[in-house]
């Protein structure tokens, strides 16, 4: 049992685009369950959109106990404030512990929506999130990176529930999907009314984006400023090919033109967790080394031995980008099978 | 059609690394850090001032903060912004997004009538992106964030492009209504010498708790659904072995470590 | 240092940083390497109403005032001295014609030179020496309702693109101030004069050969034409100098401290070491002394006082922030080593900048002869 006589769930938005489920729900079901886990308490999804029903067996599998399903031809696309209203009603009804959403586009739109109409305290993209008993209640801090990531703080919502957080894809990872896991599926007749679509979406489109994403990369080189010296991102595409990984980039290189946003890496920009991260030629800004923290492999490579990026990575080499990487790129051939 | 434009003041991005911790008070401290107008801000008050022309009517800007805050008011006003409104109370010290949402809900509600609001997507410091979408509950409007490109129609329509991931969403929201911008919206206007001589004559008003009632326990710390349960420095833990020698040797030698790790 | 800036000044100090690092700064070497006057960043700046800062509002400028001009003008010279040279010359006839002219000639000309939309210049130098002006040749002879000029001005800044020229000529009872617009008959810009700095404004020698102009060009009363020249130069053309040396030496001075910051050697940043640390001391002491030394006549000009009363300040000015300038350019050159002359610093551009200035409004032992008489009188 929760606090104040609430149920004790944890429950998880799960986001759907197209009917794709989004990978950052899955991700949270893996913390959903050591939340849910310590409390005793159910693991709950709401999937909100039009025959979307088919997605409710993969939520299970992944470890929802259960899933409400709120489907509905107006609620084909994303509407802000229907879907808001539809979810807040059922928070209202059931009275969740915590509600987790992934830190998306929609996520972030959508989060503060129904905290306000809940009236409840939202924290927004949270790096971790854990039980710790405070003043005989057990309560979800909810930790964020601070001022540019050098600082870590720690936000909790003592009295108000549900306790909401929005959380970026890649801070959680995905966890094992298992078949024969049995939950739940209830269905729920949304109450529509049209003042929930005075903004209507009328369209979602879809964009080029480059190759792969690179919060799915195994393998991310990330080019900072000091490429500039270089003359184009020739080379630095060529690592990235030998290491079969995706290319990213700091602000200044999207604002010059050399990658697009969905390339960017920092805290305004994607937050990473490949297994290899490259840095070449980035100084190590607080701002842009909190987006591959969770990086398992880090190698540097900037000119200033000074530089902040040596502190945040494993191996770091010192010297001109135009020297380095030729023989750099020469010798991971050597490693690649032929 | 009249707007409101939300702002902050933030502390100058390029300068957080000054920003420090009190080991005994936990206390953040950032005397001596300047402070800025958030910058994608301009980006919300560009596109009001880009309306007027179109529409006619008075932009307000309006700011929740310490009395330094005016600063940001008055370059809005020197860009051109008709008003200014300073939300100024030790009461409101405090505020998480929701609390400062109720407390600008309150002060727009009385003071300042509206067809459009317009706020930055986020924030430098905090970057929560929740006072917008929670202001506009409040305010009973519809909403879009993260818009990169907007229309208001003769007919009291906006169409707007938000951003996502891989994409846009195109929405139509009926006015009166919110809208948060990106910095692809516009390239914002640097305030021209005209401009920066009319500040002098621009009204610039501030209200305190007791000018909007609002009950003491919504206002700042007190009205705050979230709270601060610790702040700490932050130290990563990486090996930062930075190889020595020539551009080829340190090269072999990065490469061995890889093959140690193991990883690839 | 807070030098007293009312709030208008430190807006206009920040939005012409702003217009500065945003517009202009992107585009320095570009434009510099092309050699091409940089007519559009004129016309962004007047747009902003930066060129038209000592003129009066009825007119199509601020009245800001020279304390506001100077803070612009090292905004820019911060960033690309020859763009804050561009006001030390074509604000010359705008304060002549503000100043001495009339009614008629003030509206047909102020406002668009205030917008950006026309240029100035203004000649007096000629071979006979810039710095012995009572030594010049051009006349201006009666010709019925007006005069005809015959002549040769050199090194003249922004000659070739400017649409209105003011000049100074030898005429009945002395010297007079007169101008003529681009075109007219008669007047010429005969060369380009290859320069090592400024490359982008033009110094030009032009001529006048017969050139017929009107009664209604005669910029105050005949015969007293240095009475408008001289307080238009100092007020003007030196202030101006000592804006863009104060502005460029601010420039290369940030562009060393941070390379110093930056760069390693023996194992630490230069910064560290002594000699180079205390080269940067005494380039950040002596910008601020230039500063003062430069503001202070600007604040009082503003205050209202005589241009006439303020000459050896400003002369004074002058030469101390020029002489500045050369020192902390050549030294900021030498603390980054072969990183100094590369382009891509501009550091080198900055030195080379301010040869022009040993010159520019007077050169620096004119100032020092104009301070000599006054305290020796």
Known sequence: MGSNGHHGETWIYAEQRRGKLARVSLELLSKGAELSGKSGSGLVCVLVGSSVEHLAPELVSHGAGKVYVIDDPRLEHYQNQAYAAVIADLVREHQPEIFLLGATAIGEDLAPCIAAKVGTGLTAHCIDLRMEGCNGASMLHQTVPGWGGGKRVDIVCPELRPQMATVKPGVFVVPQAKQDRRGQIVRVSPRLDNRMF??????????????????????????????????????????????????AGTRPLLDKGWITSDCMIGQSGKVIGPNLLVSLGASGAMHFSTGFERAKFVLAVDQNPLAPIFQSADVGIVGDLREVLPPLILELRKLRPA | ?????????????????????????????????????????????????????????????????????????????????????????????????????????????????????????????SGTRMVGPMLAEFLDV????NVRAMKVMDKGICLVEADMEGGCMKVELGLPALITVNRAVNEPRIPDVMGIIGVADKLLSTYGANDLGLPAEKLGLTGSPTRVAGVWEFKKDRRSEVLKGNPKNASSDAVARLREWGGL | MDYGFSKEQEMLKKAARQFA?????????????????????????????????????????????????????????????????FFQAGNLLMYALENFGTEEQKKRYIPDLCKGAKVSSFAVTEQSGGSDPSAMMTTASRNGAGYVVNGRKSYITNADVADVLGFVAKSEGGFSALFVEKGTPGYEVTRREPRPGFRSIPVNELSFTDCHVSQA???????????????????????????????????????????????????????????????????????????????????????????????????????????????????????MGAYGQSPEYRVEMYLRDMLELLTAGGTQEIMKVVIGRAITN
Not at chain 1, 202 to 225: F, K, M, R
Not at chain 3, 55 to 77: P, T
Not at chain 3, 290 to 298: E, K, N, T, V
């Open chain 3, 21 to 85: 690092e945003t517009k202009v700064a992107p585009r320095v070497l570009e434009i510099d390497d092309k050699g091409d006057f940089p007519f559009d960043l004129v016309r962004q700046m007047g747009q902003m109403g930066l060129i038209g800062l000592v003129n009066s509002k009825q007119y199509g400028g601020s009245g800001m005032g020279h304390l506001s001009r100077m803070v612009v003008i090292e905004e820019m010279a911060r960033v690309y001295p020859s763009l804050g040279f």
């Open chain 1, 198 to 247: 005075r903004a209507r979406t009328v369209e979602i489109t879809e964009e080029a984006e480059s190759d792969l994403p690179i919060e799915e990369a195994e393998v991310v080189v990330a080019a900072g400023w000091g490429v500039n010296a270089l003359g184009s991102m020739d080379l630095v595409r060529e690592l990235a090919e030998v290491l079969e990984g995706a290319v």
């Open chain 2, 1 to 125: 059609m009249d707007t409101v434009v939300c702002i902050k003041q933030v502390p100058h991005p390029d300068h957080f690394s000054q920003i420090t911790l009190d080991p005994v008070t936990k206390a953040i401290r950032r005397e001596g850090v300047p402070l800025v107008m958030n910058p994608v801000d301009r980006h919300a008050i560009e596109a009001a001032l880009q309306l007027r022309d179109k529409f006619p009517g008075k932009v307000t800007v309006l700011t929740m903060g310490p009395p330094q805050s005016r600063e940001a008011l008055e370059e809005a006003l020197a860009m051109g912004a008709d008003e200014g409104v300073l939300l100024c109370d030790r009461a409101f010290a405090g505020a998480d997004a929701y609390a400062t949402a109720l407390t600008i809900a309150a002060a727009i509600r009385k003071f300042c009538p509206f067809s459009l609001i317009l706020c930055g997507c986020e924030t430098a410091d």
């Open chain 3, 217 to 335: 060009n005669l910029i105050g009363q005949e015969g007293r034409g240095m009475a408008a020249a001289l307080p238009t130069i100092s007020a003007i053309g030196r202030t101006g100098a000592a804006g863009v040396a104060l502005g460029a030496t601010q420039g290369a001075y940030e562009g060393a401290l941070k390379f110093c910051k930056e760069r390693v050697l023996y194992g630490k940043p230069i910064s560290d070491l002594q000699a180079l640390q205390f080269m940067l001391v005494d380039m950040n002491t002596d910008i601020e002394a230039a500063r003062w030394i430069s503001y202070r006549p600007a604040v009082l000009m503003d205050q209202g006082k005589s241009v006439k009363d303020l000459g050896v300040d400003i002369a004074r000015a002058k030469y101390l922030a020029v002489d500045v300038a050369l020192r902390n350019c050549l030294k900021a050159q030498q603390a």
């Open chain 2, 142 to 145: 519809p909403y879009a964030t």
